[in-house]
């Protein structure tokens, strides 16, 4: 599954996009930023790149 960050709320939420409506912890429609690691740096594949990530 891939990760998605908020960016709102900087929350990090495993999912599939698609199914994605709202924000759990916002509540509301949130932008949706994909932090999903995809090369073999930072833990490889199916982990979370930092570098992705909105701090
Ligand atoms: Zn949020």
């Known amino acids: ?11 990090i939420f495993e999912w ?15 932008t949706f930023n994909e932090v999903t690691n995809y090369t073999t740096d930072n833990g490889g594949p199916g982990n979370i790149d930092p570098r992705l990530m909105k701090k």
């Open 1 to 11: 599954m891939p990760f998605f960050q908020c960016d709102s709320c900087l929350k």
């Open 16 to 30: 599939d996009r698609v199914k994605v409506k709202k924000c759990p912890n916002c509540n509301k429609k949130c």
